[in-house]
């Protein structure tokens, strides 16, 4: 279940002890532990591939608020 529904919900339907949370706020303790971990298990996976350019990438920059790839950046993952 997606956090952002569980924080999110009212609390009738998810009733919490106010021991879980910040006092005066809808803040979960849990919830930075959470994303770190999620952070760590992701560069983890992501550290056994490498990532290369596609060949057939055109470059052509766009300028929005910062540069971004017009026709985006086609990657070549590999292990």
Do not use: D, N
């Not at 770190?36 to 996976?45: D, G, Q």
């Not at 990532?51 to 993952?77: A, N």
Request: with cysteine; charged share 10%.
């Amino acid at each position: 279940m997606p956090t952002s529904s569980i924080h999110s919900a009212s609390l009738t339907v998810w009733p919490t002890p106010p021991s879980t949370r910040l006092h005066f706020s809808r803040v979960c303790f849990g919830q930075g532990l959470a994303l770190m971990e999620a952070k760590v298990a992701l560069a983890m996976i992501l550290h056994r591939f490498s990532f290369e350019i596609s060949p057939s990438y055109q470059h052509s920059p766009v300028l929005r608020l910062t540069l971004t790839p017009k026709h985006g950046m086609p990657l070549l993952l590999s292990r």
